[in-house]
């Protein structure tokens, strides 16, 4: 079992910056995969950054790159998701996901634990 928290979330201008935190607890943090998703009023939940398990390897959805900067601290059982240049569009609640493989997972389907979600409003 794994468990999730994350935190960060809130109301930012259109420009400004927010950094999510994702605490995990339960397993070795240093042996799996993780993901951030965000999931709009309406629309499915998606992806928008992944990284793997040493923090070597990332991948980003096209809107976010060169926004958006995913890492973890294995040390501290945490992941983030550093977001800058926000726009309206990025509202959305963001949701951080575990895979229990080392590798990059970039779909849904391939995460095993979930957290509850923190709420990110940008307004124009």
């Known amino acids: 079992q794994v468990q999730l928290i994350e935190s960060g979330g809130g109301l930012v201008q259109a420009g400004g910056s927010m950094r999510l935190s994702c605490a995990a607890s339960?397993?070795?943090?240093?042996?799996?995969?993780m993901g951030w998703f965000r999931q709009a009023p309406g629309k499915e939940r998606q992806l928008v950054a992944a990284i793997n398990w040493s923090g070597g390897r990332t991948y980003y959805v096209d809107s976010v790159k060169g926004r958006f900067t995913i890492s973890r601290d294995n040390a501290k059982n945490t992941g983030y998701l550093q977001m800058n240049s926000l726009e309206p569009e990025d509202t959305a609640v963001y949701y951080c996901?575990?895979?229990?493989?080392?590798?990059?997972?970039?779909?849904?389907?391939?995460?095993?634990?979930w957290g509850k979600g923190t709420q990110v409003t940008v307004s124009s």
């Open positions: 339960g397993r070795t943090f240093s042996t799996y995969a």
């Open positions: 996901g575990v895979d229990l493989g080392y590798d990059l997972a970039i779909t849904s389907s391939e995460y095993d634990y």
